[in-house]
C-alpha cells in the first residue's frame, strides 16, 4: 500500500528517491545506502565505519518524533534498531526500507523549500535560518522568520533573490554562498521535474563548515508523470478498490460536487437536494461504520478529492451512534494536513447534526482555513456548496 500511486493526488517520494534526484542536481547530500533487510543494514554501518544513521522510509512526515531515526552505536546495535525500524508502521505505513546514511557532524539546522503557491500560482521559496521542525510548526511559533519569495518562472530563480532571504542572518559568507547555489539547484529539480512541493529540512551546516540536505522531500504533479520517465513506477490502484479496503463505499457520478455523508439514506437525501437546486454530484462517499473513528473522515475526503472534477465538497453528517465532535476532528486534521502541503484546492462546506454536534461546530471552529465554511442548516449548506462549486454543465 504504502508503495502504491494514487491517481489524481501527487506523487510523493521516499527520502533516497527525492535525494538522488537532488544529488544529481549537484546538491551535496550524505552518503547513504538503502537496505531492505537488518543484516545489509548492519553491513551498510560498518562499510561507514561506524559513522551511519538509521533512517526508515516512509512517504508520511513526523518520522523522526515517531522513532524512525536511530543512531546506532554498534554493529549489533545498528542491526537490532534497523530490524525495529523494519517492523514499524508509522502513520499507519509498513517501513519496507530503512535508509543507511553518513552522520553528518551538525552545527545548525535550516529549511530549505519550494511549493507551487495556489493562490499566486507559481513557485514560492521559503527559507527559515531555524530548521529541523516541519514548517507549520516554524512559521507559527515564528512567522517572521520564514523568509519568502515567489519567482518567476518565466526567468527562474535569481541568486540575488537567495541572497535577499538570507540578508541579516548571522549564517557565515561560505555557507550562505552554498545556498545560494543548492537553492538554485533545487529549483531547477523542482521545475524539470514538474514538482508541487521540494523541501531539505534540515539543510545543514556542518563543523566542518559544509552545507548538506540532510532531509529532503519531492512531490510531483500527478498529471505530467507522464512526461517525466525517470520517475519510479508505482502500481495503481482505483479509488473504489482503496475506499473498499478501508470500509467506506465510493461511488463516481459525472457532477462536480463531492459528497461525504453517513448511512445510504442520509446520502440519497444529500443528492436530492443538489438536483432540486440544479446541481450533480461528482461523486459520493458513505462513511458506514468508519464514522465513529476520525480516521474514517479523513481517509474518505482524501479520496474524494481525488477526483479533479469536484469543485466544492458537501459533508452533511447525522450522528445517531457516531459522535460528530469525533468527525469533526477528522476534518480538521484532514484539512490542515492538506494546508501545510498546499494540496487542498476547493472549498470544503459542512453541515453536522444528531449527537454531540454543537460540540463539532466548536471543533470547526477552530480550523484556520479559509476554505472551511460551516451551516447548521442542511438547506444553507446545500446552497453554500453550489455558490462556491458552480453547477456542471
Ligand atoms: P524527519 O523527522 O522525518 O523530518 O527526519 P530528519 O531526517 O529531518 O531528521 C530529524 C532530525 O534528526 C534532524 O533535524 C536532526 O536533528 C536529526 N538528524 C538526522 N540526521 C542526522 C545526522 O546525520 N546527524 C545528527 N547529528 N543528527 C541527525
Ligand atoms: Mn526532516
Redesign the pocket.
Known amino acids: 500500500m504504502t508503495n502504491t500511486y494514487h491517481p489524481g493526488v501527487d506523487m510523493k517520494l521516499f ?1 533516497y528517491e527525492a535525494k538522488a534526484f537532488l544529488q544529481k542536481s549537484g546538491i551535496p547530500v ?1 552518503k547513504s545506502k538503502v537496505c531492505g533487510t537488518e543484516d545489509e543494514a548492519a553491513s551498510a554501518y560498518t562499510e561507514f565505519g561506524g559513522n551511519a ?1 538509521l ?1 526508515a522510509q516512509v512517504l508520511a ?5 515517531a522513532g ?2 536511530k ?1 546506532p552505536r554498534s554493529e549489533d546495535e545498528a542491526r537490532s534498531q534497523a530490524k525495529d525500524i523494519l517492523a514499524m508502521k508509522i502513520k499507519g505505513e509498513a517501513v519496507e526500507k530503512v535508509l543507511v ?6 552545527k545548525r ?1 535550516h529549511y530549505l523549500g519550494i511549493v507551487t503557491d495556489p493562490d499566486a500560482g507559481c513557485p514560492l521559496l521559503m527559507f527559515c535560518a531555524e ?2 521542525m ?1 514548517i507549520e510548526e516554524l512559521s507559527s511559533k515564528n512567522p517572521d522568520a520564514v523568509k519568502k519569495t515567489l519567482i518567476d518562472p518565466r526567468y527562474g530563480l535569481f541568486g540575488y533573490q537567495v541572497q535577499e532571504l538570507l540578508k541579516g542572518s548571522d549564517i557565515p559568507k561560505d555557507a550562505q554562498t552554498g545556498i545560494v547555489s543548492i537553492a538554485r539547484a533545487l529549483y531547477q529539480t523542482y521545475w524539470d521535474k514538474d514538482g508541487e512541493l521540494i523541501e531539505i ?2 539543510l ?1 551546516e556542518t563543523a566542518e563548515g559544509k552545507v548538506v540536505a ?2 529532503a522531500k519531492f512531490n510531483i504533479d500527478n498529471s505530467a508523470l507522464y512526461r517525466q520517465p525517470d520517475m519510479p513506477k508505482r502500481p495503481v490502484r482505483t479509488v473504489e478498490e482503496r475506499a473498499e479496503k478501508l470500509g467506506l463505499s465510493y461511488i463516481s457520478l459525472d457532477g462536480n460536487i463531492g459528497i461525504i455523508s453517513n448511512g445510504a439514506g442520509l446520502t440519497m437525501s444529500a443528492m436530492d437536494y443538489l438536483n432540486q437546486e440544479g446541481a450533480k454530484p461528482a461523486n459520493f462517499l458513505d462513511l458506514g461504520g468508519q464514522a465513529t473513528q476520525s480516521s474514517g473522515i479523513k481517509n474518505g475526503i482524501g479520496l474524494v478529492l481525488e477526483k479533479p472534477d469536484v469543485t466544492a465538497l458537501l459533508i452533511y453528517i447525522f450522528a445517531g451512534g457516531p459522535r460528530c465532535d469525533v468527525i469533526a476532528t477528522g476534518i480538521v486534521e484532514a484539512i490542515n494536513e492538506m494546508e501545510k502541503e498546499h494540496s487542498l484546492r476547493v472549498p470544503i462546506v459542512v453541515t453536522l447534526h444528531g449527537r454531540f454536534a454543537e460540540e463539532g461546530m466548536k471543533v470547526l471552529s477552530t480550523c484556520k482555513s479559509p476554505r472551511l465554511y460551516q451551516e447548521p442548516m442542511v438547506e444553507d449548506a446545500v446552497r453554500k456548496v453550489i455558490e462556491l462549486g458552480g453547477k456542471a454543465q
Do not use: Y
Open positions: 527520502e550524505p544513521v533512517k512526515g513526523g518520522r523522526g518524533k524512525g531515526i543512531f546514511e553518513e552522520k553528518q557532524n551538525i539546522e530548521g529541523g516541519d529540512n534540515p545543514v540532510a532531509d
